[in-house]
T-cell receptor, first 114, second 117 residues
Framework: KNQVEQSPQSLIILEGKNCTLQ??????????LRWYKQDTGRGPVSLTI?????NTKSNGRYTATLDADTKQSSLHITASQLSDSASYIC?????????????FGTGTRLKVLA | GAVVSQHPSRVICKSGTSVKIECRSL??????MFWYRQFPKQSLMLMAT?????????EQGVEKDKFLINHASLTLSTLTVTSAHPEDSSFYIC?????????????FGPGTRLTVT
């Protein structure tokens, strides 16, 4: 069954601290993995997209890793800021017969406190 | 980056009425658009995939006669919630695919908050 699981479900950290969010997937055939940030009441915004051959990708203070062998990904946030408070969603794309299907994780709700 | 807009951003309607939500790709052409709904503290749930010039493909459990989707052009898809009921109250988000250098980029709209009274 194609699934994407994220952990932790929620996380509270102090401003300036680092944190790592996890994403495990059982999606086949794998096309790519995406991390999105979703502020409350807004649409998701793309942070990173990684294909099978990419192990790591950075976007400012956000660094995503991908281990295609173990089917795990992580999103590391460095020197967190109050504006990082949001939901972070891991999405795995599978391609079958020329069509794409996006499998969404349940998200991690991050709260950064001053 | 590419921009996807939704209109309206917020709508309140009475039970039994219909509501139309527009999704536009502002600076690119999107042959495929997606419609999602999201309940509080939950992730996005795909409702249907909308392809320009053809009928939408609905996910299992989504009533196609209740959620009418029209993808009339490469920049516009509409979702009409017919005979809305309070349980249809939700956050509706669309997204549009744009061909990137390697993979398709998926750009999301800002969402539409529907409240049915």
């Amino acid at each position: 069954k194609n699934q994407v699981e994220q952990s932790p479900q929620s996380l509270i950290i102090l401003e300036g601290k680092n944190c790592t969010l996890q994403c495990n997937y059982t999606v086949s055939p794998f096309s790519n993995l995406r991390w999105y940030k979703q502020d409350t009441g807004r649409g998701p915004v793309s942070l990173t997209i990684m294909t099978f051959s990419e192990n790591t990708k950075s976007n400012g203070r956000y660094t995503a890793t991908l281990d295609a062998d173990t089917k795990q990904s992580s999103l590391h946030i460095t020197a967190s800021q109050l504006s990082d408070s949001a939901s972070y969603i891991c999405v795995v794309s599978r391609e079958a017969s020329g069509t794409y299907k996006y499998i969404f994780g349940t998200g991690t709700r991050l709260k950064v406190l001053a | 980056g590419a921009v996807v807009s939704q209109h309206p951003s917020r709508v309140i309607c009475k039970s039994g009425t219909s509501v139309k939500i527009e999704c536009r790709s502002l600076d690119f052409q999107a042959t495929t658009m997606f419609w999602y709904r999201q309940f509080p503290k939950q992730s996005l749930m795909l409702m249907a995939t909308s392809n320009e010039g053809s009928k939408a493909t609905y996910e299992q459990g989504v009533e196609k006669d209740k959620f009418l989707i029209n993808h009339a052009s490469l920049t516009l898809s509409t979702l009409t919630v017919t005979s809305a009921h309070p349980e249809d109250s939700s956050f509706y988000i669309c997204s549009a695919n744009s061909r990137g250098r390697v993979v398709y980029e998926q750009y999301f709209g800002p969402g539409t908050r529907l409240t049915v009274t």
